[in-house]
């Protein structure tokens, strides 16, 4: 499994400055390296033979629009407005009642508070924010008031939006707090390869691994018409990566689930469902299954999952019969949200 894999050009439409692809190269499997507490010898998967040598290097992109330019996300990504409910007259005149230093100073905690939440990743649960942020305010009702503000200051002080999420995904309906949670995002404005490259600098390389698995795990899933057994995707998982485990282990916390440069396999899904990336049920024959979640669709998007795709598989570019699918499948009112 590549350490690094996400951040990535795209040369799918013109722009003044062409920007470079990057280049990941698998990290070099190890004989004997332990995943899943197996030994498992870098011979017949991954490799370019049986030596241990590193995969092909991949070039991965981002899914750029060829008409409009932009980086798109997901067809189902909107500006939330009417998810946050609409601010009635009168919890707009009580808000603004208060004095504005007062008021200021409210909007300031709840855009910290969200910008923690969305710096782990954390799902922003807006039934939960008035205990979280509101204290003696929140008997006044004006928590969508001071919510709506905060989210503005997020967007245009520092780039980042909140993205509600939707409320399904193909056959799969969202429940619970995947159904009622927004998620910090970076604005659509800032989408683009250069500042997703600037995004990535920096970050450790096992951060970097834990985002290769992520993509791969999406990709899985979305091959699999948004929905997979769990015990299927970590087969998957190891035919790319011979080192991880092939199969669900029953105690995940084992330190002989470590697999070098990579992390706890089982660990990092658990930490995927948390983030809501993928949903946990069972199907029709009780087997667990993982389902793309909500973050998965405002934060990455199909587009950008069947970009990876493509370049995971070695194409030159991505189907255009996939993408019209998708396109298909936007609701009418998507394109004017989106823009």
Request: charged share 30%; aromatic share 6%.
């Amino acid at each position: 499994m590549a350490p690094a894999r996400k951040r990535r050009g795209s040369r799918a439409a013109p722009e003044p400055e062409a920007e470079e692809d990057v280049e990941v190269v698998a990290e070099k499997p190890k004989r004997g390296s332990r995943g899943g507490g197996r030994k498992r010898s870098s011979e017949g998967g991954g490799g370019d033979g049986g030596d241990g040598a590193a995969n092909k290097a991949r070039k991965f992109k981002l899914y750029q629009d060829a008409t409009t330019g932009r980086y798109e996300t997901d067809p189902f990504e909107g500006d939330g407005a009417g998810a946050l409910g609409e601010v009635k007259d009168k919890e707009r005149e009580k808000a603004e009642a208060l004095d504005p230093k007062e008021l200021a100073a409210l909007v300031s905690k709840m855009a910290r508070y969200m910008l923690l939440r969305g710096s782990k990743k954390a799902p922003i649960v807006k039934a939960k924010v008035a205990d979280a942020v509101m204290g003696d305010y929140k008997k006044l009702r004006i928590t969508t008031y001071v919510f709506g503000k905060a989210r503005d200051l997020l967007r245009d002080a520092w780039g980042y939006d909140l993205a509600p999420a939707p409320p399904s995904c193909g056959d799969v309906e969202f429940r619970g707090q995947a159904k009622d949670a927004w998620y910090l995002v970076y604005a659509p404005r800032l989408r683009s390869a250069k500042h997703a490259a600037l995004a990535a600098n920096g970050l450790p390389e096992r951060e970097l691994a834990a985002r290769g698995v992520l993509m791969a795990a999406l990709a899985m899933v979305q091959a699999h018409g948004g929905a997979i057994r769990e015990k299927e995707l970590y087969r998957m998982l190891s035919a790319v990566d011979p080192r991880l485990p092939d199969e669900p282990t029953q105690n995940p916390k084992s330190s002989r689930n470590e697999v070098p440069g990579v992390g706890n396999v089982a660990a990092l899904l658990d930490e995927f469902k948390a983030q809501h990336y993928v949903v946990a049920s069972k199907d029709t024959e009780d087997e667990p299954t993982l389902a793309l979640g909500p973050r998965a669709l405002v934060d990455v998007g199909r587009y950008q999952i069947t970009q990876f795709q493509a370049d995971a598989l070695g194409h030159a570019a991505v189907d255009a019969a996939m993408i019209q699918e998708l396109a298909d499948a936007k609701p009418p009112d998507a394109a004017e949200a989106q823009q």
